[in-house]
């Protein structure tokens, strides 16, 4: 850090994540200052710096500034714990420097007040954001807290004691397990379902907890088009993670290698449990708080994206999030890691990114965007070990838009990708052999009524070729 890079900084003027004071401003300043940026996405403070411009006034004494700084950071509830300030000269002029981590785990008062960064100046946080950052940085947990108007009859019984007997618990009966496990709490006296326990085992989850489920779209193209395949996904979160599993299986692009001895072997666009991973992480991980969003995988031909609502939860950011560890939901993932979704001490980042580099793919992207933080597999140029993708008529079980069955989509890639220029009825019953020969026929016989193929040769000698265009 040098004096070029701090003009650099004042020249942008004020912002959400940079603010500057006097030497003569009050301790009570500097403390509402560090308040509000420690409520937000953290900054850094400028202390000998004055006026709207950002002018260079310097202090008087370091070592005292520093001193005020730290009784700001004392006065303020709970204490904000900051690394040193650091003293940087400008034109001979000394300026503190007070850096505001990113991140931190509270939620910070001055003198009973809250506050927050606006554009450029401090403003109160409403009792909405108080809420709202609390759960973000697990000051509180929402999913510990009874859902509105639900009761025990309003749990699948039979789920909770299947999870019961899952983990061989010797407390007793499935309530005494959701009990101790968080999933159910006493209000007044009488038992009540938490959202976590109506998330996990409840008969009707999302008429508690909104916008708790997934979106899942297969898109045609590498933009959202009209052209989809779509699945809204509901339900308790483990039925939630199965589901969309079979979406995954279901809509995930199979690369098909034909070997000279006809053997076919299929690879995914991108390594299932890498894509998994991601759901269970969104399932798991999500702010339940937000109603109006819930987490939306799609599949785009050249990538994969899963978004889910809430920023990354206390201490974790994009910079640190293959090594930090913070849960916002620790009773749903203590539960997901009993039924065996989930590695309960980890985010499973490490392991994305690992299958990603394993199959010589590019790694994950990962961003955050205002409410919610967002995932992106790429593609790359073609399939590890495989051969090239086939030609853009052979997309996603369509052929020139016309639609294919499995079946129909390997003969085609034979054909374009392989290079062959034919097919039998018997070359196609070899990567199918537990397909019925009639099945067989019909199936390139469709190809020849839909006009993609054309039929050559009589009876036992016939075969088949691509039809030109």
Same mark, same amino acid.
């Given at each position: 850090?040098?004096?070029?890079?701090?003009?650099?900084?004042?020249?942008?003027?004020?912002?959400?994540?940079?603010?500057? $004071?006097?030497?003569?401003?009050?301790?009570?300043?500097?403390?509402?200052?560090?308040?509000?940026?420690?409520?937000g996405a953290?900054?850094?403070?400028?202390?000998?710096?004055?006026?709207p411009a950002g002018t260079i006034v310097g202090v008087r004494d370091s070592a005292l500034t520093i001193d005020r700084v730290i009784q700001a950071s004392m006065a303020i509830h709970p204490q904000l714990? $900051?690394?040193?300030?650091?003293?940087?000269?400008?034109?001979?002029?000394?300026?503190?420097?007070?850096?505001?981590?990113?991140?931190?785990?509270?939620?910070?008062?001055?003198?009973?007040?809250?506050?927050?960064?606006?554009?450029?100046?401090?403003i109160p946080?409403?009792?909405?954001?108080?809420?709202?950052?609390?759960?973000?940085?697990?000051?509180?947990?929402?999913?510990?807290?009874?859902?509105?108007?639900?009761?025990?009859?309003?749990?699948?019984?039979?789920?909770?004691?299947?999870?019961?007997a899952l983990i061989k618990s010797n407390e007793g009966d499935a309530e005494k397990v959701l009990l101790r496990r968080g999933c159910l709490t006493r209000v007044n006296g009488t038992l009540r379902p938490t959202h976590a326990?109506?998330?996990?085992?409840?008969?009707?989850?999302?008429?508690?907890? +909104?916008?708790?489920?997934?979106?899942a779209v297969r898109f045609a193209g590498e933009i959202m088009s009209d052209r989809f395949t779509r699945a809204d996904i509901g339900g308790t979160l483990p039925d939630q993670i199965r589901r969309a599993e079979t979406f995954l299986l279901d809509h995930l692009r199979k690369d098909v290698a034909l070997g000279k001895s006809m053997a076919r072997r299929e690879y $995914?666009?991108?390594?299932?449990?890498?894509?998994?991973?991601?759901?269970?992480?969104?399932?798991?991980?999500?702010?339940?708080?937000?109603?109006?969003?819930?987490?939306?995988?799609?599949?785009?031909?050249?990538?994969?994206?899963?978004?889910?609502?809430?920023?990354?939860?206390?201490?974790?950011?994009?910079?640190?999030?293959r090594e930090a560890r913070f849960s916002r939901n620790p009773v749903i993932v203590q539960v997901l890691s009993d039924m065996g979704f989930i590695e309960r001490l980890g985010y499973?980042?490490? +392991?994305?990114?690992?299958?990603?580099?394993?199959?010589?793919?590019?790694?994950?992207?990962?961003?955050?965007?205002?409410?919610?933080?967002?995932?992106?597999?790429h593609r790359g140029a073609t399939m590890p070990d495989a051969p090239l993708s086939p030609p853009d008529e052979v997309v996603d079980k369509h052929y020139r838009g016309v639609p294919l069955n499995p079946r129909q989509e390997a003969a085609l890639l034979y054909l374009t990708r392989e290079g062959h220029p034919r097919?039998?009825?018997?070359? $196609?019953?070899?990567?199918?052999?537990?397909?019925?020969?009639?099945?067989?026929?019909?199936?390139?016989?469709d190809l020849v009524t839909k006009d993609i193929l054309e039929k050559r040769g009589e009876k036992r000698g016939s075969y088949y070729v691509l039809k030109s265009l």
């Amino acid at each position: 850090m040098n004096g070029d890079q701090i003009q650099t900084w004042i020249k942008t003027g004020r912002s959400q994540r940079l603010d500057w $004071l006097a030497d003569s401003a009050p301790v009570e300043s500097i403390a509402q200052m560090l308040t509000a940026l420690a409520n937000g996405a953290g900054g850094r403070l400028l202390i000998g710096v004055a006026g709207p411009a950002g002018t260079i006034v310097g202090v008087r004494d370091s070592a005292l500034t520093i001193d005020r700084v730290i009784q700001a950071s004392m006065a303020i509830h709970p204490q904000l714990v $900051l690394p040193l300030p650091q003293i940087v000269a400008i034109k001979e002029k000394p300026v503190v420097i007070v850096q505001v981590p990113e991140g931190l785990p509270g939620v910070y008062a001055f003198d009973g007040r809250f506050l927050k960064r606006g554009e450029s100046d401090n403003i109160p946080l409403t009792l909405t954001d108080m809420r709202r950052l609390s759960f973000e940085r697990g000051a509180m947990q929402f999913e510990t807290e009874p859902a509105d108007d639900a009761a025990l009859s309003d749990i699948d019984w039979g789920k909770a004691r299947a999870y019961a007997a899952l983990i061989k618990s010797n407390e007793g009966d499935a309530e005494k397990v959701l009990l101790r496990r968080g999933c159910l709490t006493r209000v007044n006296g009488t038992l009540r379902p938490t959202h976590a326990g109506i998330l996990l085992f409840g008969n009707e989850p999302q008429a508690f907890v +909104r916008s708790a489920d997934i979106t899942a779209v297969r898109f045609a193209g590498e933009i959202m088009s009209d052209r989809f395949t779509r699945a809204d996904i509901g339900g308790t979160l483990p039925d939630q993670i199965r589901r969309a599993e079979t979406f995954l299986l279901d809509h995930l692009r199979k690369d098909v290698a034909l070997g000279k001895s006809m053997a076919r072997r299929e690879y $995914l666009e991108y390594p299932f449990e890498a894509a998994r991973e991601l759901v269970v992480n969104a399932v798991a991980h999500r702010d339940y708080s937000i109603a109006g969003d819930g987490i939306r995988l799609y599949l785009f031909a050249n990538r994969l994206e899963v978004s889910s609502p809430g920023m990354l939860p206390g201490p974790v950011t994009i910079e640190n999030i293959r090594e930090a560890r913070f849960s916002r939901n620790p009773v749903i993932v203590q539960v997901l890691s009993d039924m065996g979704f989930i590695e309960r001490l980890g985010y499973g980042v490490d +392991r994305v990114i690992m299958l990603m580099e394993e199959t010589h793919l590019p790694a994950p992207e990962f961003s955050e965007h205002v409410g919610g933080f967002h995932v992106k597999l790429h593609r790359g140029a073609t399939m590890p070990d495989a051969p090239l993708s086939p030609p853009d008529e052979v997309v996603d079980k369509h052929y020139r838009g016309v639609p294919l069955n499995p079946r129909q989509e390997a003969a085609l890639l034979y054909l374009t990708r392989e290079g062959h220029p034919r097919i039998t009825n018997s070359s $196609l019953q070899l990567l199918f052999p537990d397909v019925h020969a009639e099945t067989i026929r019909r199936d390139l016989s469709d190809l020849v009524t839909k006009d993609i193929l054309e039929k050559r040769g009589e009876k036992r000698g016939s075969y088949y070729v691509l039809k030109s265009l």
